[in-house]
């Protein structure tokens, strides 16, 4: 029994690690306000909300609304508050800290191939 545990957690670390890869990346994008870096995940169509604007953008266009989403907002922190997993798709939630506010921050990411893509990506207002 001693044996199976550590690789039991190894495994479950390894299989984590691989399917959140992408939700990672996200993540890392949001926090430095790097919109380049979370367009790279981006579906071909893409759902943006903002508090004043909700839509559904091209990956092209969703990366300069982003852009400027980030530009008027200069990101503080971003804190990692819940992510799931439900049937092939990931989810996120977070705090989102900028300059001019606070923002509860959700995305949803679906597996396609052997990549995980942006579909949907919310900021509202808190």
Known sequence: MKRFLPVFFLFTALTAFSFSA??????????????????RHFDNT????????????????????????????????????????????EYCIGKL??????YRTTFFMKNKGDRQILQELRFESE
């Open 22 to 39: 992408g939700l990672g990346e996200v993540v890392k994008a949001i926090s430095s306000g790097d919109a380049a870096g979370v367009a």
């Open 46 to 89: 893409v759902e943006l909300a903002f508090p004043q604007k909700t839509g559904s953008y091209s990956k092209t266009q969703a990366e300069l609304v982003l852009r400027d989403f980030f530009s008027n907002n200069p990101v503080k922190s971003f804190k990692l508050l819940h992510q799931g997993e439900k049937g092939g798709s």
């Open 97 to 102: 800290e900028t300059r001019n506010g606070t």
